[in-house]
């Protein structure tokens, strides 16, 4: 009774001697830590990119009015609370995706997180940029600050309509399968 070929597989290529199997584990498992470290394809995602374009549009808007003459200072200070609080989060939020430190705190909803900190944040930012524009009497400094709060905000309109389908479109289409 034959029971057909079998294939047995050895860590051994016919082409050479063998490694050390101590070796060779090593190799592989420390290439295997490296590739698992850091999400090299999130820096050139889409998701990745916007978080970047809003870090440096509320960096820019922050120092924009940092260093600019203030005619009101609690208008300012609003608005740069709300850009560094945002921009911290959002930097937060890149470390958790860059380290797949989501793949480790599973107690954590993080898309869920991700789309109610967008929520939040861009209806502060969207008050703190009208705020900003409104009390800036054409000093041009104030004005960029503004404008560039108004940029982010669409940016942040933009992350909240991804993470939107990722969170809520996904779970509804799971739920119905």
């Given at each position: 009774?034959?029971?057909?070929?079998?294939?047995?597989?050895?860590?051994?290529?016919?082409?050479?001697?063998?490694?050390?199997?101590?070796?060779?584990?090593?190799?592989?498992?420390?290439?295997?830590?490296?590739?698992?470290?850091?999400?090299?394809?999130?820096?050139?995602?889409?998701?990745?990119?916007?978080?970047?374009?809003?870090?440096?549009?509320?960096?820019?808007?922050?120092?924009?009015?940092?260093?600019?003459?203030?005619?009101?200072?609690?208008?300012?200070?609003?608005?740069?609370?709300?850009?560094?609080?945002?921009?911290?989060?959002?930097?937060?939020?890149?470390?958790?995706?860059?380290?797949?430190?989501?793949?480790?705190l599973t107690c954590v909803s993080w898309p869920l997180a991700e789309f109610l900190h967008y929520l939040i944040g861009t209806i502060l930012l969207l008050i703190a940029s009208?705020?900003?524009?409104?009390?800036?009497?054409?000093?041009?400094?104030?004005?960029?600050?503004?404008?560039?709060?108004?940029?982010?905000?669409?940016?942040?309109?933009?992350?909240?309509?991804?993470?939107?389908?990722?969170?809520?479109?996904?779970?509804?289409?799971?739920?119905?399968?």
């Amino acid at each position: 009774m034959s029971h057909g070929a079998r294939v047995i597989r050895t860590g051994v290529s016919s082409g050479g001697p063998a490694a050390p199997p101590a070796a060779a584990a090593s190799s592989s498992s420390s290439a295997g830590a490296d590739a698992e470290l850091v999400d090299g394809a999130y820096f050139r995602s889409c998701a990745g990119m916007l978080k970047v374009a809003q870090m440096i549009s509320l960096l820019v808007g922050f120092i924009s009015v940092n260093n600019s003459p203030w005619t009101d200072y609690s208008a300012y200070s609003y608005f740069q609370i709300v850009t560094m609080c945002d921009l911290v989060m959002i930097l937060f939020f890149y470390i958790i995706h860059i380290f797949r430190i989501y793949r480790k705190l599973t107690c954590v909803s993080w898309p869920l997180a991700e789309f109610l900190h967008y929520l939040i944040g861009t209806i502060l930012l969207l008050i703190a940029s009208i705020v900003a524009a409104s009390k800036s009497y054409n000093l041009t400094g104030l004005v960029a600050g503004a404008t560039f709060g108004f940029l982010a905000t669409i940016l942040c309109v933009l992350s909240i309509w991804s993470s939107y389908k990722v969170s809520c479109i996904t779970q509804s289409t799971n739920a119905s399968v």
